[in-house]
């Protein structure tokens, strides 16, 4: 069967653009009648980044908007079946929406300018009410100082009140509010250390224009974090917040498994779906099981142009996987083997505390397993009878992830045991496969281990691999390479040394039952017979050793053989 390429809509984030641009869409529409349903005054969600806030926000913008004329975009998706709640809300009131997702300056200077950019820019989309004769002169010349960016601290705090009063003046109607990622500015403020300053500058901003705000129809919040505490919303006793663990919009907010198999069918990829799942399911918000829509749809799009693409971690933030980073340097004994059980695809069980702030993150290593949890690289199954949360890593991506950062602690942990290192390479270059084994022990029992239920062989080698080749490349005199063609394959670990005309050949595996000998043995025979010596032998490397190291756990077991051509096979001398 031959089908039709599927336009997905990557990083558009634009209700509008997206159904303009005939872009596969999802259908969240519900999410307007389950809103409607139980009026709130001010709601607050949270989501993982990359769960669709920004797509969702748009879309109710589009659907309310009054300045809109959004019928024909909305045509035959789930919400137009009620058509007597259309006819009520449909372009029917003024919005006012904005996003903080790009107020992230280095310092709060540069913070609060790109907030004065911000807010200008929202004057510009409004221009209408410039020259209203129904908006009070006062509030006309605060317009103008806003969008000719002249306002200064405390007209930027009243800004968003001051414009939905001139909207309500203009249109008779009170105004709904959508304020998209808005602890943002915070995560960068707590980053760059101008946190107190942001918060009072938010607190201004969304406390006059949530609090007793006579112009406020309703108005939606999302972001990342829950931040109550931080008084933001100190009176604001109507606020409602739908965290990852509430059930009122948990289907809203990423791909449930009917959304995968629906939108495989149409791209033709039906025949991937374990992998999706496998990869990118796994999260839980409230009972749903979501996906990732992120993942999906760029996994889906590489898988059209080539079906043998395997999976990545698309996931990936440096940011914010510098949360991942702090955690591990901080662990315990204790902590590392609740870290090896999460690796290993079990369950641990933590109290949640859902109202952390940013300031908080540093305060306990408890408190960071909360972050991890509600920014999405742990999820729940389920609460204990205590109340504590049962926690996952939800899928392969965020295993992934993990194991990316526990590598690079694993290498800098390595760096503070100079001597252990230069022991390590010392009995690389001379062929001492006992000093290779027991310094590289040393070095393996300070780490996370990825252990044997979950992961499959190939991962477990891989990361075991990437360990052993980052204490190598920290050595600046030696060319080390990964899996280079040599021979007839490709051999793991590469090594010259080009001031001594020596080199070595590395060839890892992980020992599922402990069969460490046996699986050493194996990487020997490998290297003998593809003939991964010869390429160090072209370069004119002299003095050449072959190793098959194999792992289990924190442990290793090593052998050696010094390879020449005339004498490289089952009879070498080998050194264990």
Not at 83 to 102: E, G, H, I
């Amino acid at each position: 069967m031959l089908f039709m390429k599927i336009k997905l809509p990557l990083g558009i984030d634009n209700f509008k653009k997206l159904r303009e641009s005939d872009c596969y869409y999802v259908d969240k529409t519900g999410f307007i009648r389950k809103l409607l349903e139980n009026p709130m005054e001010a709601c607050l969600i949270t989501r993982p980044r990359r769960f669709g806030k920004t797509l969702m926000l748009s879309m109710l913008d589009d659907f309310f908007n009054i300045r809109q004329d959004s019928r024909k975009r909305f045509e035959g998706l789930e919400i137009t079946q009620e058509s007597a709640l259309c006819d009520r809300w449909m372009n029917q009131w003024p919005v006012l929406f904005l996003s903080f997702k790009n107020v992230e300056g280095l310092d709060f200077e540069s913070a609060a300018g790109m907030m004065a950019n911000l807010l200008s820019d929202l004057c510009i989309s409004h221009n209408y009410l410039e020259e209203s004769a129904a908006v009070d002169p006062a509030d006309r010349k605060f317009f103008e100082d806003l969008k000719f960016k002249k306002a200064g601290a405390a007209d930027i705090k009243n800004a968003v009140y001051v414009l939905m009063r001139m909207m309500h003046a203009y249109f008779g109607k009170t105004v709904i509010l959508l304020v998209d990622e808005y602890d943002v500015p915070l995560a960068k403020a707590n980053e760059c250390g101008y946190y107190a300053k942001m918060l009072d500058l938010l607190r201004g901003i969304l406390g006059k224009a949530l609090k007793t705000n006579d112009y406020l129809k309703f108005s939606i919040i999302t972001g990342c974090l829950k931040i109550a505490k931080e008084s933001i919303f100190t009176g604001i006793n109507h606020l409602v917040a739908d965290t990852v663990t509430g059930q009122r919009f948990a289907e809203y907010f990423g791909f449930t498994e009917h959304d995968v198999e629906k939108l495989l069918e149409n791209c033709g990829l039906s025949d991937y779906k374990s992998t999706i799942k496998d990869w990118y399911d796994g999260y839980h918000f409230g009972s749903a099981d979501i996906y990732c829509p992120w993942d999906v749809l760029r996994y889906s799009h590489d898988l059209m142009d080539d079906r043998e693409k395997k999976p990545e971690a698309y996931w990936v933030n440096t940011s914010e996987n510098q949360m991942i980073r702090n955690f591990i340097r901080r662990t315990t004994k204790s902590i590392q083997r609740e870290m090896e059980m999460l690796m290993d695809g079990q369950v641990i069980s933590k109290e949640i505390d859902e109202e952390l702030t940013y300031a908080d993150m540093d305060n306990s290593i408890n408190n960071m397993w909360s972050i991890l949890f509600t920014t999405g690289y742990l999820t729940q199954q389920g609460q204990n009878a205590d109340g504590s949360y049962r926690l996952v890593i939800p899928n392969r991506e965020i295993r992934k992830i993990f194991a990316v950062q526990i590598m690079h602690w694993f290498q800098d942990e390595a760096r503070k045991k100079p001597d252990v290192l230069n022991a390590l390479y010392t009995a690389l270059k001379n062929g001492d496969a006992q000093g290779v084994r027991t310094s590289f022990n040393s070095l393996l029992m300070t780490t996370i281990s990825i252990r044997d239920t979950y992961a499959q062989k190939t991962q477990k080698e891989n990361f075991y691999h990437g360990m052993l080749l980052g204490l190598l490349r920290s050595n600046d005199n030696w060319i080390v390479q990964s899996n280079v063609e040599s021979g007839t394959g490709y051999c793991d670990i590469w090594v010259e040394i080009e001031e001594e005309a020596a080199g070595f050949i590395i060839e890892m595996k992980y020992a599922e039952n402990n069969m460490l000998e046996s699986l050493c043995t194996e990487a020997m025979k490998q290297i003998l017979e593809k003939q991964y010596a010869a390429g160090l032998l072209e370069d004119g490397m002299e003095k050449i050793y072959l190793y098959g190291i194999a792992c289990y756990k924190k442990h290793c077991q090593v052998i050696c053989r010094a390879y020449h051509p005339e004498n490289s096979g089952a009879d070498a001398t080998e050194r264990k």
